[in-house]
Each structure stands twice: as structure tokens, then as C-alpha cells.
């Protein structure tokens, strides 16, 4: 259990019902989230960017501040959403490229920075999306 918690008496145990929990299903919502957002190829990108945050999770230092849980994916399609309807000129996986790198890029930390752009490279070969310089 959890540190510092106690166990529940048996008399207490009797009033409550036991109930199983499971892992969200990421690449449903993540689809359904970028088809809400506009994008048309929602189930390709969708497989991508879960592919990124599981591989990203395994491969990169573990610090206490890096999340790449559902929070911080929904964060991105949010902000994916709004790029896309800024430039809606830019294709598709070039909005998402951008939100993911430009989301996470400055929680990384020195080391990690190569390896993420390496995972980006590796999931959206091809792609170079030029930062957007804010006057």
C-alpha cells in the first residue's frame, strides 16, 4: 500500500466494495483528442506521439519532475489543437512535431536534450520544423 496508511479494520473492509482499476488506453484518446482538435490523420499521429511519450519514458534520465502521463499529453494535444488552428497552412505532422518538441524541450535536462531530439528524428523522419521567434 501506500506509506504511512494503515489497514482498514474488518468491520470497515464489509462496507465497501472491491473495484478494479485499468491503464487508460492512450492511443484511443489521443486519437479521439486530435480529431477534436481537426486533425484528419488523427490515428497515425496519435500512434506516434504515444510511441514517443512510452519510449521517452523508458530511454531518458529519471527526474522528478519529467511526466509524460496522461496530463501532460493531454497538454500537448491542447496545444497542438491551437497551433493547427494558427497555421493551418502547416501539414499536419509538422503541428504536432512542433507541440511536442516545443512542450517539452525546456523541462529536459542538458543530457536528455540529444536523445529526444533523436527519438523526434526518429518518429518524424525528414521533418524540420523551424522554431517560431516571438518579437
Not at 4 to 13: A, I, T, V, W, Y
Not at 18 to 37: G, H, K, N, Q, Y
Not at 89 to 108: C, S, T
Amino acid at each position: 500500500g501506500y506509506e504511512g496508511r494503515s489497514e482498514l479494520p474488518d468491520n470497515l473492509k464489509a462496507l465497501f466494495r472491491p473495484v478494479t482499476m485499468v491503464a487508460p488506453d492512450l492511443d484511443m484518446i489521443c486519437e479521439i483528442m486530435l480529431m477534436s482538435e481537426g486533425f484528419n490523420a488523427a490515428r497515425l499521429l496519435a500512434r506516434k506521439m504515444t510511441v514517443l511519450y512510452k519510449l521517452a519514458k523508458e530511454q531518458l534520465s529519471k527526474q522528478f519532475h519529467y511526466d509524460f502521463g496522461l496530463r501532460a499529453i493531454k497538454s500537448v494535444l491542447v496545444m497542438a489543437g491551437s497551433l493547427k488552428r494558427e497555421a493551418g497552412d502547416l501539414p499536419e505532422e509538422q503541428v504536432l512535431m512542433r507541440a511536442l518538441r516545443d512542450m517539452n524541450m525546456p523541462k529536459f535536462v542538458y543530457e536528455d536534450v540529444p536523445l529526444f531530439r533523436g527519438l523526434l528524428n526518429d518518429l518524424f523522419p525528414g521533418l524540420d520544423v523551424p522554431r517560431v521567434v516571438h518579437k
